[in-house]
C-alpha cells in the first residue's frame, strides 16, 4: 500500500510540474492587454494606466491592444481562443455583463470561459448635452422628451453596451422615448455632440469629464446614487427619478485554463499597482474608484451582474437578441 500511495504521489507531482514551472517562469515575455472600445475611451484609459504599473510589478512590458466592436465581445472571444498561458488578458468591463443578459447567444461562455484575476475600478454614468443645448436638466430632458417621443438621441459605445441599456433604463424609468445613436466607443461621442449631431451622451467620466469642467459641455446627471467626487457639481439623476442608479466596473480576466498559480500572482501585481499613490491619482482623475478582489470574489461578482442585468432587461422589455 505504501508504495502504491508512493507512485500515485509521484505521477501527481510529475503531472502538476510543469503547470508550477510555468507559474514560477511567469511572465516570461510581454503581456498583451485586450480591450474592446476605441481610442481614448474609458476602457482605452484604464488600460493604460494599468498596463504601465503592471509593467512595473511584473518586471515585463504589458502592451495595450485595442480591438473593438460589438460592444467588447470581440475582444473577449479573442482573448478565450488565445494560448492560456497568462501572456494574454483582458480588461473586461460591465458590458461583459450587459452582453451576457441581452444577447441570447455569444461565441463565448461569459462566465466559464475566463479565469478572473480581479477587479480594477467601479464608477457611474454621466449623462450630458452640449453648452449651447436649452436641456439645463434631467427634468428638462424628461419634458422635451415627453412633448416629442423619439426626437430626442442619445450615444452609446455600442449596441448592448452598458451605455445602452443605461440609456434605455432612464428612458423607460422617465417613461419617455428616446433614439439610441451607437458607436464604436472612443471620443467621436463628444466630438458629435458638441457638433450637434447627437443630443446627448450616456458615457463616463473618462470621456465627459475634461470637456464638463471646460464648459464645453453640460453634465445634467451622475447615475450614481450621491454625487460624485470627480464631478461633485454634477447631480445624481435619482434627484428626479427617485432610485435611478447605475454602478458599473472594470476588472482583469484571461483564458480559462490559464494556471491558478499564474491568476494569483497577476491578482497581487493588481492589488499592488492599485496601492500606488500615481494609479490612485490617475484613476481618480478619469472618475472611476480603484477597487480590487479576489480572482473568487471577481468571478462571483461577474455572475451576480449577469444576474442583474438580466431583470434590468426584463423589466425595461428589451427583446433579447
Given at each position: 500500500m505504501p508504495t502504491r500511495r508512493l507512485a500515485v504521489a509521484a505521477i501527481l507531482s510529475s503531472a502538476l510540474a510543469p503547470r508550477t514551472a510555468a507559474a514560477q517562469a511567469w511572465p516570461s515575455r510581454p503581456l498583451m492587454l485586450v480591450?474592446?472600445?476605441?481610442?481614448?475611451g474609458n476602457a482605452d484609459s484604464i488600460s493604460r494606466v494599468m498596463a504601465n504599473a503592471l509593467t512595473g510589478e511584473l518586471g515585463e512590458q504589458v502592451v495595450v491592444e485595442a480591438k473593438p466592436g460589438a460592444g467588447g465581445n470581440l475582444a473577449s472571444e479573442q482573448v478565450t481562443r488565445a494560448q492560456p498561458d497568462g501572456h494574454t488578458i483582458i480588461l473586461l468591463t460591465g458590458g461583459?455583463?450587459?452582453?451576457?443578459?441581452?444577447?441570447?447567444?455569444?461565441?463565448?461562455?461569459?462566465?466559464?470561459?475566463?479565469?478572473?484575476?480581479?477587479?480594477?475600478?467601479?464608477?457611474?454614468?454621466?449623462?450630458?448635452?452640449?453648452?449651447e443645448s436649452p436641456l439645463k436638466s434631467i427634468a428638462d430632458v424628461v419634458a422635451a422628451a415627453r412633448q416629442e417621443p423619439g426626437k430626442l438621441t442619445f450615444s452609446s459605445v455600442g449596441f448592448g453596451s452598458t451605455q445602452h441599456l443605461t440609456g434605455e433604463l432612464f428612458a423607460?424609468?422617465?417613461?419617455?422615448?428616446?433614439?439610441?445613436?451607437?458607436?464604436?466607443?472612443?471620443?467621436?461621442?463628444?466630438?458629435?455632440?458638441?457638433?450637434?449631431?447627437?443630443?446627448?451622451?450616456?458615457?463616463?467620466?473618462?470621456?465627459?469629464?475634461?470637456a464638463i469642467r471646460a464648459g464645453t459641455i453640460r453634465g445634467l446627471g451622475v447615475t450614481s446614487p450621491q454625487a460624485w467626487p470627480a464631478l461633485p457639481e454634477v447631480p445624481p439623476v435619482a434627484g428626479t427619478l427617485p432610485g435611478f442608479q447605475v454602478p458599473s466596473w472594470i476588472g482583469i480576466a484571461a483564458p480559462a485554463a490559464t494556471p491558478p498559480a499564474v491568476i494569483a500572482k497577476l491578482n497581487a501585481a493588481i492589488g499592488a499597482a492599485l496601492q500606488s499613490d500615481k494609479v490612485k491619482e490617475q484613476l481618480g482623475f478619469l472618475g472611476v474608484k480603484p477597487e480590487g478582489s479576489t480572482p473568487d470574489g471577481m468571478k462571483a461578482f461577474v455572475a451576480a451582474e449577469i444576474a442583474r442585468w438580466q431583470g434590468v432587461v426584463e423589466k425595461a422589455g428589451l427583446e433579447r437578441i
Open positions: 480591450h474592446g472600445f476605441g481610442a481614448g461583459h455583463a450587459v452582453s451576457a443578459a441581452l444577447y441570447k447567444t455569444l461565441r463565448f461562455k461569459p462566465v466559464d470561459d475566463f479565469a478572473f484575476a480581479s477587479l480594477v475600478a467601479t464608477f457611474p454614468f454621466l449623462i450630458a448635452t452640449r453648452a423607460g424609468t422617465a417613461g419617455v422615448k428616446l433614439t439610441h445613436v451607437p458607436y464604436r466607443g472612443g471620443m467621436q461621442p463628444l466630438s458629435d455632440l458638441i457638433s450637434g449631431r447627437i443630443d446627448l451622451v450616456v458615457d463616463t467620466i473618462t470621456v465627459t469629464g475634461a
